[in-house]
């Protein structure tokens, strides 16, 4: 591993950070920056939020950030306010959720900007976070020259978020970054800002290609999803093993298919890649088609547990979250089927989630722990591929109807003599 690069303070001698929105990108930057020896004005629009990390306290579940946040309050170098005071630099990490139509909602963004313009100095660098349509970093300058148009320059990039949750720490300093300027001053000082904590690659781009990047990684996976789940349901039509052929293709050299499943979830995946197809939607073609695979997956999988329950048999649901072993319910796939399985068939549906105490709000049906569902008869659905299923000794599902919608059941690949000549 590379040794950690501390650049000191940057041009203009940096010392004090104001970061908007204290979720889950903005909380562990501020506290990483506050542990770089910077002082760190945290700014939440939520009284809840900043009562609560002012109590040292993290709002989020997020390993180390609380430890890192105590740190940082005792040493007097982080603060919470409503409104965000002068600093050299300002990190905008707000929410840019998907509005009727999958329109982005910039409502979030465009009130950060709005808030720091007051405390805004000449020779400032105002650094956007959240995900973002392409043009959103080159709108946020120009609403700031209309609301302090006596300022000299005031440096505006775009440096988008890479991290996983449940290592966001640690992918905050080890990931490769991009950072890009509307002007080539501002990308120098975005690059320079990151380096200050940023132990991987920081890439110079300019700032529309950076907001670009950043959607691209989300639609790449979200459409390389879509082509497992339309091979899934393909297979499905012929009675072949997805998993099997997807096994087998991944044996070519240059092919690498990604896992099939109930469909994509997240806040991240499910959503940005509508920001890229809106800004262009002649140009967009795979794009929403790969979304439409998505709920055309969702669909399959609910209509063939459906079809059980409509001949009496009782559906028990392997999971809530989106993806194994995390407990975010944000668009998930397997919530949603399970929740609309319920609502069509009540009394005839169970759900399993071990990150949870009671069924979430839309699901009208039994929450269970995985050994008191593992009691009842019926048919395992499974959802989520968290690891606590995948273990389950043979003899649990024994007898049982399983639909595997994430292949946690397959054995590990036993080759043909055949095949390994
Ligand atoms: N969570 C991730 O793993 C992740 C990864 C990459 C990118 N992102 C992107 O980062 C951005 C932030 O996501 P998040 O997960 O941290 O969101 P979050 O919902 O966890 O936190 C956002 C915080 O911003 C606050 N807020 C809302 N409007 C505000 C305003 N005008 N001024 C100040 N604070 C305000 C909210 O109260 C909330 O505490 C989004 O664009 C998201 O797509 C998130």
Known sequence: MRKPRFHGKLPGMTTSVTVLGLGYVGLPTAALLASRGLRVHGVDTSAAVRATLAA????????????????????????????????????????????????????????????????????????????SPIGTTARIAELLRGLRPELGEVHVAYGPERVLPGRILAELVENDRVAGGLTPEATRRAVAFYRLFVRGEVHATDAATAEMVKLSENAFRDVNIAFANELSLIAGRHELDVWRVIELANR?????????????????????????????????????????????????????ASALCAAGERVICLGLAFKGDVD???????????????????????????????????????????????????????????????????????????IDTRGIFRRPIVPHREENA
Not at 83 to 101: M, N, Q, Y
Not at 271 to 292: C, N, Q, S, T, Y
């Open 56 to 131: 040292g306290r993290s709002h989020i579940a997020e390993a180390d950030v609380e430890a890192l946040l105590e740190r940082a309050l005792r040493a007097g170098l982080f603060t919470l306010h409503a409104e965000p005071p002068p600093a050299d630099v300002f990190v905008i990490a707000v929410p840019t959720p998907l509005g009727p139509g999958h329109a982005p909602m910039l409502g979030h963004v465009l009130d950060a900007a709005r808030a720091l313009a007051p405390a805004l100095r000449s020779g400032d660098l105002v650094l956007l976070e959240s995900t």
């Open 252 to 304: 070519h050299p240059r092919v690498n298919i990604l896992k099939p499943g109930p469909g994509v979830g997240g806040h991240c995946i499910a959503v940005d890649p509508w920001f890229l197809a809106h800004g262009a939607p002649e140009a967009a073609r795979l794009i929403p088609a790969a979304r439409a695979v998505d709920a055309a997956k969702r669909a399959a999988v609910l209509e063939q």
């Open 328 to 402: 975010d319910l944000r668009e998930s796939p397997a919530l949603a089927i399970a929740a609309a399985l319920a609502q069509r068939h009540p009394g005839l549906v169970v759900a399993v989630e071990p990150h949870l105490d009671a069924p979430p709000a839309g699901l009208e049906a039994p929450l269970l722990s995985l050994d008191a569902a593992l009691e009842l008869p019926g048919t395992l659905l499974v959802l989520t591929d968290h690891r606590v299923f995948a273990r389950l000794p043979p003899a649990a599902l024994a007898g049982r109807r399983i």
